[in-house]
């Protein structure tokens, strides 16, 4: 099984700010890496896939990077509505095995 | 647009068993995956299993093999996942959630997800 490991557990920053978040997959997942955000009371969104792809409607200040083992989630400049978790996901696996990320709070310095 | 809508939240005794179900819309419900994922309270995402909708095969995650069971009804283009044996470990939001790609299992991303249920498992 693929293990995800997320750091920090927990991010403080202020608005306006940026914000680096890191993903590492126990075995290469080449580009088969996803982010998703989470805020309290809601289902995960999509943000990113193939490791660096926003998907449909995700602003240009969120952006991913990476392949094989070591992944980033930046986001430019931090706005009020981006404080929430972020998990990573592989998707490289068949049988399917899908693992998530720990994940990641981004909260308000 | 794509929507997946779930049944509500439900409270069971240890032992019991849950059926959730998920009802998709705005595509074509045989052409894409269904995944079922669950959070426990303030705790993180673990999926639990894969659905075809098409012929109706499934996989499921290790841990969860022998108590759950996924299905489908094409007719309702609606998913279902069934947990048996439930104990208090299993109280948590239970999400469909539908591969982003069509006919791709084992490689693609989750997208949309549906708004989740609560199973609550308590004596």
């Known amino acids: 099984e693929i293990v995800m490991t997320q750091s920090p557990a927990t991010l403080s920053v202020s608005p306006g700010e940026r914000a680096t978040l890191s993903c590492r997959a126990s075995?290469?997942?080449?580009?088969?890496l996803a982010w998703y955000q989470q805020k309290p009371g809601q289902a995960p969104r999509l943000l990113i896939y193939?490791?660096?792809t926003r998907a449909t409607g995700i602003p240009a200040r969120f952006s991913g990077s990476g392949s094989g083992t070591e992944f980033t989630l930046t986001i430019s400049s931090l706005q009020s509505e981006d404080f929430a978790v972020y998990y990573c996901q592989q998707y490289n696996n068949w049988p399917p095995l899908f693992t998530f990320g720990p994940g990641t709070k981004v909260d308000i310095k | 647009q794509v929507q997946l809508v779930q049944s509500g939240a439900e409270v069971k005794k240890p032992g019991a068993s849950v059926k959730v179900s998920c009802k998709a819309s705005?595509?074509?419900?045989?052409?894409?995956?269904m995944h079922w994922v669950r959070q426990a309270p303030g705790q993180g995402l673990e999926w639990m299993g894969i659905i075809n909708p098409s012929g109706g095969s499934t996989s499921y995650a290790q841990k969860f093999q022998g108590r759950v069971t996924m299905t489908r009804d094409t007719s309702t283009s609606t998913v279902y996942m069934e947990l048996s044996s439930l104990r208090s470990e299993d109280t948590a939001v239970y999400y469909c959630?539908?591969?982003?790609?069509?006919?791709?299992?084992?490689?693609?991303?989750?997208?949309?997800w549906g708004q989740g249920t609560l199973v609550t498992v308590s004596s």
């Open positions: 075995q290469s997942v080449s580009s088969n």
């Open positions: 959630a539908r591969a982003a790609l069509i006919a791709a299992a084992g490689t693609s991303w989750f997208d949309p």
């Open positions: 705005g595509y074509t419900f045989t052409s894409y995956y």
């Open positions: 193939g490791a660096s």
